[in-house]
């Protein structure tokens, strides 16, 4: 009789989940569960909330064991760094068919016109001549290389590798929250997420019949090898990373090894007649595509950063001589400035004479003194961001700041507006997520990983990130966030 009574307490995944405030993924605005996320409901209300938190915690252990981690730097002297997983979330985000087709399509638009914008102002200039984007915007942009300036670079391809961030907002329209062209990251998480979700549920998985994702790294490694020098049939092609040491080193090492390629640090590589060479135990072999995790300014010590001890003295010299291609080209942070970012639309326009199939978040420019001024009588309703931060750094988020906070954000941004932009607090969608031992409605996003080579390819879904502290908006694994696996149908 007493195991009768304790059965019945016991509560299953969704037993207490409410959501009513935010758009979410799963229960429809009366808490019914959306059609596509039927099958999953039905597996997952079979399961009580502790073998959930038992698995999680097994997953978790299994993360470390396999080194899939990241480092987490830390302010304290004595604690300088701290290897973390990043928190798997095992309840998957599901995307319709048709809602990928269209995210499919303007992903591909926005991402040839930002390549076409790198192109022209390292050339001809002409979007600041015809004075869509303000000159000094660019310019002065900490991410502008002159050194770039009129360099011809294999196939134009600036970016054959890039991540956009997206979101949904209360009405259930995505929106492109940012763009990241330099190096982005978390590629590799995509796909072990996959492999964990296929491990622990592949019954589901299958009847799902969602879509394949594991022809995507054969894609990214035909859009490294189309950038060869002279096109050469049978590159050579390495992957470059600080080192061990670096935050995303596991992405570094598990991306090499699944597309076959090496895995370099500065120090394997050298310049001998203008054209780079891998040393090893078989000699010297003539590199042809350098696929970089370095940022601009560690590339070169003779051409940026002289302190550098991570990139390859002589480079950039290669580079300009056509001797070899890197990936991303140096510069393209250019491009995914969070100001230059209001442009992308005008962008699509002006290049592409085509009407911008995905809308950006809006956003004020803060340099613009209309804009300035609304935003600070409206700061605390605003999302601030340091134009040159990513990883969720240098932010401000108004509706859960301390009046100190923005105190101090109004006064930073009052001495150097040209280096904030702020955007109204969208509702980011939620999804059913376990945190803090409960499933509970975390907010997400997606970065979807874009491939361009010869042509442009997207893997299937992408990286859903989770802000799995409550309330929390940012999904960054830096501040706490985790992951999801997404399933296209």
């Known amino acids: 009789m007493i195991d009768m009574v304790a059965k019945k307490k016991k509560k299953h995944v969704f037993s207490d989940y409410t959501n009513l405030t935010f758009y979410d993924e799963t229960f429809d605005q009366l808490g019914f569960v959306r059609p596509p996320y039927q099958r999953l409901y039905q597996q997952f209300s079979k399961m009580e909330i502790e073998e959930l938190h038992h698995l999680n915690s097994f997953m978790q252990s299994q993360m470390v064991k396999q080194g899939i981690t990241f480092t987490l730097y830390s302010d304290n002297q004595d604690d300088s760094s701290l290897e973390r997983t990043i928190p798997f979330d095992m309840i998957p985000r599901i995307i319709t068919s048709n809602e990928w087709q269209q995210l499919e399509q303007g992903l591909k638009q926005r991402v040839r016109a930002l390549n076409e914008f790198i192109r022209d102002v390292y050339h001809e200039q002409n979007i600041l001549k015809d004075q869509v984007i303000p000159r000094k915007m660019v310019v002065t942009n900490p991410y502008f290389r002159p050194e770039m300036a009129g360099l011809d670079i ?3 391809v600036y970016i054959p590798l890039s991540g956009i961030d997206l979101i949904r907002s209360e009405t259930g329209e995505f929106y492109v929250l940012e763009d990241n062209l330099r190096s982005p990251s978390g590629l590799s998480y995509v796909y072990k997420n996959r492999s964990l979700m296929m491990h622990l549920f592949p019954k589901l998985f299958f009847e799902y019949q969602v879509r394949d994702i594991d022809y995507g790294l054969n894609a990214l490694l035909s859009s490294l090898r189309s950038l060869a020098p002279n ?8 992957l470059l990373t600080p080192g061990v040491h670096n935050a995303a080193y596991y992405d570094h090492s598990f991306l090499a090894q699944e597309m076959g390629i090496e895995l370099v640090e500065g120090r394997d590589l050298t310049v001998i007649d203008q054209k780079v060479y891998l040393k090893g135990i078989q000699g010297l072999r003539q590199v042809d595509v350098i696929y970089r995790r370095i940022d601009d300014e560690f590339l070169d010590p003779l051409a940026f950063r002289p302190d550098s001890l991570l990139g390859v003295p002589g480079l ?10 890197i990936a991303n080209a140096p510069g393209t942070g250019v491009a995914d400035d969070k100001a230059i970012y209001t442009y992308v639309p005008e962008m699509i326009r002006y290049y592409l004479k085509e009407e911008p199939i995905l809308k950006n978040v809006p956003t004020y ?4 003194q209309e804009d300035r001024e609304y935003v600070l009588s409206h700061l605390s309703e605003m999302v601030v961001k340091e134009r040159s931060l990513s990883g969720g750094y240098g932010m401000l988020i108004g509706p859960t700041a301390s009046e100190h906070e923005r105190r101090v954000f109004a006064e930073n941004i009052v001495r150097f507006p040209d280096r904030y932009i702020a955007q109204p607090t969208i509702k980011l969608s939620c999804a059913p997520s376990l ?3 409960e499933v509970y409605p975390c907010h997400i996003d997606l970065r979807a990983f874009v491939f361009m080579g010869n042509d442009i390819h997207i893997v299937p879904g992408g990286l859903t990130r989770v802000a799995l502290k409550k309330g929390s908006l940012v999904v960054n ?10 399933w296209v149908l």
């Not at 420019?365 to 613009?368: A, D, E, N, R």
């Open 365 to 368: 420019i803060l340099s613009k």
């Open 316 to 325: 950039m010299n290669a580079y300009r001589a056509g001797q070899v291609a």
């Open 154 to 156: 294999p196939n134009n």
């Open 231 to 238: 096109g050469k049939p049978d590159p050579l092609v390495v």
């Open 435 to 437: 945190s803090d031992g």
């Open 477 to 486: 694994s830096s501040q706490g966030g985790g992951t999801k696996d997404t």
